[in-house]
């Protein structure tokens, strides 16, 4: 049986990646406030379906979720390329 070495990418690519899921979580956050943003716009909207601002609502709680996810994985891999 042979064993498979895995080398580490250098720091540098690391901490690029980083910086993307960073980004990647700002674009994100922005979502979750367009989102809201068109809930609440709805309001009052007689033409807009009922259910249209709850799903609003929950989509805009995901992407938070998401970007937060993203910041905690982003630190993650710093923590790791610094260790």
Do not use: F, K, Y
């Not at 809201?36 to 259910?51: H, I, N, R, V």
């Not at 929950?58 to 970007?67: H, I, L």
Request: aromatic residues 0%.
């Amino acid at each position: 049986m042979t064993e498979s070495t895995r080398t580490m990418p250098p720091v540098g690519e690391l901490l690029d990646q980083a910086a993307r899921l960073r980004a990647d979580a700002d674009l994100m956050d922005d979502c979750a406030r367009r989102l809201l943003a068109t809930a609440s716009a709805l309001t009052g909207c007689a033409a807009a379906p009922e259910p249209s601002r709850p799903a609003l609502r929950q989509q805009a709680a995901a992407c938070g979720t998401a970007a937060q996810q993203l910041r905690t994985a982003a630190e993650a891999l710093i923590a790791h390329a610094r260790a």
